[in-house]
């Protein structure tokens, strides 16, 4: 921090400080019974859920160890023979298609529209 930053801390925490002095006892009692209830009420909440970590952890254990025996093996049925890429690029009527490719492009289209008979 810089020499300014340790100042404005320094001078902040004095005016926090002479605030507090100032306050009087019924308001200082006040804040001391919110205090001690709102300290009481994060050990009751931290003790319920301790309470149920144990539960938790062994639910979780039984999941865990269903999904792994459980499990069956998967089939991987094979991809149907069919023409590749490679195939249509390689073979010899693939060069005279992709010449006329504009032509089968117009038929389609025209296809769509059930303009051809």
Do not use: C
Not at 76 to 81: G, R
Not at 91 to 111: K, N, P, T
């Amino acid at each position: 921090m810089s020499k300014s930053d340790d100042r404005f801390a320094r001078d902040a925490k004095a005016l926090f400080d002479a605030s507090v002095d100032e306050l009087d006892a019924a308001t200082l009692s006040k804040l001391n019974r919110g205090r001690h209830r709102a300290l009481d009420e994060l050990g009751s909440a931290r003790a319920n859920w301790m309470r149920w970590a144990p539960a938790a952890g062994v639910a979780a254990a039984v999941v865990l160890a269903v999904t792994l025996t459980m499990r069956q093996p998967v089939d991987v049925e094979a991809l149907p023979a069919t023409v590749t890429d490679m195939e249509i690029l390689l073979g010899e009527e693939s060069i005279e298609m992709l010449e006329d490719l504009e032509f089968y492009a117009v038929i389609e289209m025209l296809e769509q529209d059930n303009d051809v008979g």
